[in-house]
């Protein structure tokens, strides 16, 4: 399986955790899958590439990625 195989199917897992977690009402859970999905993320792109001595990676405080955006709007979107 290709690194790119990899990296989707994790994305696939993470998302449809995260849809979990917010038809539960459990918005706090699906901010934290998110956060969890970025550091699983770069942990397997950094053991795929032999590049683990460089992590961990120093990011912003709360880097704005896909799923967080996603965890995001779907939480506006049910307080509303």
């Known amino acids: 399986m290709t690194l790119v195989q990899e990296l989707n199917d994790l994305h696939t897992s993470y998302v449809e955790a ?3 977690a917010v038809a539960r ?3 706090a859970g699906a901010e934290r899958l998110a956060e969890t999905y970025d550091d699983e993320a770069v942990q ?3 053991e ?3 590049k683990t001595h460089l992590l961990p990676i120093r990011r ?3 880097p704005d990625t896909s799923l967080r955006r996603l ?4 939480r506006v979107a049910r307080a509303a």
Do not use: G, H, K, V
């Open 60 to 62: 912003p405080q709360s």
């Open 44 to 46: 397997l792109i950094a």
């Open 71 to 74: 965890a995001r709007r779907l």
């Open 25 to 27: 009402d459990d918005l």
């Open 48 to 50: 795929r590439e032999n």
């Open 18 to 20: 995260i849809n979990a």
